[in-house]
């Protein structure tokens, strides 16, 4: 029935040798460097014995607190490939002009852009986002886990798998040069045949099935698993922002599923919904995927905004001002945050009816964002405040995102979007509050939260040298682009003919290296600490006499989080139970629940990975032995009943002791 010809066809589909780039020299090299490292690694791993204790307690753990460590160190690793391409756009803008073609080709070109936009937002954003949420929540609301466990260990490993989809597409063919949401035609198969495209729909809607369901299991666990008295009003603001982002996560990502969904359809079978002929209309997949990609953006920055919160109130030695206010601001935001996203296309032509709609409710959101920052503002406001890294971050955050905002409300204004669409002042103001408000809200939380994770600081010196270099970096590689917005520039190109305007891109390019500084230093802080950490240990678990629940605990927490689960009254629970004199109780401990680690979630991403490069290469046979395997497993999985275990009395009193003793002895 199937000639030889065919079999081969089933099972290699597109695959073949010359999807390897060997013609290029700069991925060669990249291709060296990666498969060195990669060895080195393995060899070191395999050297010193490790690869038994990383699975046991690092790759099946289902403990939300190793789980959070491993999205932000993913999230840490992507951010290094994300900044690799940033620093070619800028090499090649600062030097393509006239004669000088520069050094990467316009396809690659395209490529790197995309790769940056889809990597930074979805491999690097939101995996340290998640990273610190589902390190953080259940810590705060004083529950010993989220909600599912082993969910949370396989959305982890689903959204690697997005992860390493995107990083292989680097070496076995390419990807999309589409731009970071693939707008049809051009993500068509008409105008883009090859793998590209397919490389970006499989790696988002993997890592997407991953982010719903964690989005998910946060809901449920703010919901379902408060200490007793943690009313919603009672709530922790991080908790609170954390509420918000994953009821957007819940509602936002099914669209970009679906979309994605459509333009595989398009794409694999030929069918016709964001055509240009047959009746499709490209327009509807830039509504779709701008109905989730606006919330998108709030999904970053509502979280970090509950970092501030916390971070501001500590430092600031003062119970926030007016948390019901901003308890509401983050409401009202979330809601907004769904009414908007014909924002980012005013030049569709919909007429002044609707962009007007579009254009004040846009402007309406800069409100409750001011509301935040003055709330901020009056915290600090007669506060004793310690100018702490966290708080450095916090800082610098208040004046890049504010002035990030306003260049956003110059952009609602319909007539002015008409002018600055697509132009490099558009790329300079989301820079502006996504570095300014996500990448600062970031290193402001992993900084505050690093030493209840790993029982030591971070070292403040190489702390406060990347926040310096981030900061002045910032403003030195984004305000030529604003500039140049102004001149009309438009983004996405990868070579000039006016020559007047290469000065701008050279300073630009130079605060890109200032920005690599920034990073390489928060590098050496990890390092430098890890060598110091005896001399920077936190001993009391308490380490910036903070006021929330997380802080009530050891650092690190024991496995099972509170031996006690603990009584609240107030939203700054830590403080609160501090002044009602705390004491740690010695006895009466019981022996505790827990689910046991399993492998189940890293074969399951394993066998969706599979899946997902197979169906890249159309490799039919493999595709169909991938699914039915991933199918199977995933039955078998829900059969295996030994999956929880009780930690007896006896090891918690010895566990609580020895933490109590820890606690107690450097009083
Ligand atoms: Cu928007």
Redesign the pocket.
Known sequence: MFDQLDLTKLIFGRLSWEAIPLHDPILLVTFAAVVLGGLSMVGAITYFKLWGYLWKEWFTSIDHKKIGIMYIILGLVMLLRGFADALMMRAQQAMAFGDNAGFLPPHHYDQIFTAHGVIMIFFVAMPLVTGLMNFVVPLQIGARDVAFPFLNNFSFWMTASGAALVMASLFVGEFAKTGWLAYPPLSGILHSPDVGVDYYIWSLQIAGVGTLLSGINLLATIIKMRAPGMTLMKMPVFTWTSLCTNVLIVAAFPVLTAVLGLLSLDRYVGTNFFTNDFGGNAMMYVNLI?IW??PE?YILILPLFGVFSEVVSTFSGKKLFGYASMVYATVVITIL?YL??L??FFTMGSGASVNSFFGIT?MIISIPTGAKIFNWLFTMYKGRIRFEVPMLWTMGFMITFVIGGMTGVMLAVPPADFVLHNSLFLIAHFHNVIIGGVLFGLMAGITYWFPKAFGYKLDPFWGKCSFWFWLIGFWVAFTPLYILGFMGVTRRTSHFQDMSLQIWFQIAAFGAVLIAFGIACFLIQLVVSFRKRESLRDHTGDPWQGRTLEWSTSSPPPAYNFAFTPRIHDNDAWWDMKQRGYERPLSGFLPIHMPKNTGAGIILAGLSTAFGFTMIWQMWLPAALSFITLIVVAIAHTFNYKRDYYIPADEVIRTEAERTHLLTSHV
């Open positions: 701008w990609g606006h953006v945050s908007v996203w924002h980012h846009t």
